[in-house]
């Protein structure tokens, strides 16, 4: 009997572990990177989970300012944007920002991202 109820409490502190961490943070950012995709500049904010389809414009913040759009891919945000070469941006994620299942949502969280110069290439056409 001793055997058996340790075991049922060893079960329920474990599942406390493994569900209550998401559970409290939130959804969370995995990162946030710059490219430059066919002269496209983008910032990509890529989320732990799959995000619900809504326009986040107004959860998302850029300093310096600067004004931009977004698409939302699965678990990423990608913003559009004039963004400047040699400029670090701090990326403002503001709480609300919901996961598909809508059991997990974003905490405010602050990320830098710095756009460094293109490296210089050379391309050959036919």
């Known amino acids: 009997m001793k055997f058996q109820l340790s075991k049922i409490y060893f079960l329920i502190i474990l599942s406390f572990i493994v569900i209550l961490p998401q559970s409290i943070c939130g959804l969370g950012v995995k990162n946030v990177s710059f490219t430059d995709s ?16 809504r326009n986040y414009e107004g959860f998302i ?11 939302l891919k699965k678990s990423s945000i990608v913003l559009y944007g004039d963004f400047s070469y040699r400029t670090e941006y701090t990326v403002e994620i503001l709480e609300g920002i919901t996961s598909k299942s809508g059991n997990l949502k974003t905490v405010k969280s602050f990320h830098k991202v710095v756009i460094n110069d293109l490296n210089p290439e050379i391309k050959y056409t036919d």
């Open 61 to 71: 913040k850029i300093n310096p300012r600067v004004s931009f759009s977004t698409e």
């Open 38 to 53: 066919a002269n496209k500049k983008q910032i990509i904010i890529a989320f732990t989970e799959d995000i619900a389809h």
